[in-house]
């Protein structure tokens, strides 16, 4: 196929990478590496010695997409996370789906966990009300409600073709033409909320994101972090909040997580309860402005 490339960004992903790369074998890849140390760069050099390399300072997902579509050609632009790994035919069908409508900026695939469990991949933007209904455990109450779950879109049986405001990043499949129509993904998100902005920002120029689930693929799901970066998920939704919705918006948001992750944090005294205890005081050490530096 040699109208799609496909972007792939490592950092110490060596147990999943050799079925990632596998699922896309025979489209122009190129890996980006973020320093990796586990032989990563070994495996790709010996297994897939068709596959471009390109080594560099690790400043964050977006940054390394950004480089990695920057190598490639094509009107289209797999973003596959290196954790993840297309189903026989999915990049078929992607296309597919994408050639026939031409409003689409990012289609996505039906995702699923290694064991086969279904992996919730429509979400919604955040805004104030979401994020109350995700950090003070409201959407519990009503799972399945737009009104109570729209942060994880709530009420989606992810088994129908769908536009959503946002598709987990882990598997893109995005048209170059509304990257050169919106800009690159913005590299001053590190970690999580960069598919969120770049989502945002295609939507708002007119594009459209779809969820296919006739396509397939199994992501392993925070393989490279292991959870262990929740400060930097707090960072990113700040950002967005402030790049979107202005600094009052925004620090609105950080006084409603304060709260809720001191309650989180009373209520679990386990490890996740020293999670949100250091969110809180991550949270409580600065205004948007500092926290955001």
Known sequence: MTHVAAVVVT??????????LESVRGVETVVVDHGSTDGTLELVRSRFPEVAVLEEEN?????????????TTGRYVLLLNSDAWLDDGALEALVAFADAHADAAVVGPRL?????????SVRGFPTLWRLATEFLFLRKLAPHSRALNAFYGGGF????????????????????????DVGPADDAFFLFSEETDWAYRFRRAGWNLYFVPDA???HVYAASHKGRMFVENLRGQLRFLRKHRGEAYAERARRLLLVALRL??????????????????????????????
């Open 11 to 20: 950092y110490n992903a060596q147990p999943w990478l050799e079925r990632c």
């Open 59 to 71: 400043r964050g997902l977006a940054y390394g997409w950004n480089s990695g579509v920057a190598r």
């Open 112 to 120: 699923r966990y290694p064991d086969g469990r279904l992996q919730r």
């Open 157 to 180: 049986d992810h088994a129908s073709v769908r536009e959503a405001e946002v598709l987990m990043g882990a598997v893109w499949l995005v048209r170059r033409a509304a990257i050169e």
């Open 216 to 218: 397939g693929a199994t």
């Open 264 to 293: 989180r944090g009373a209520v679990f005294r386990d490890d996740r309860g020293g999670m949100y205890r250091e969110g809180a005081a991550w949270l409580s050490s600065g205004r948007v402005p500092d926290l955001l530096k």
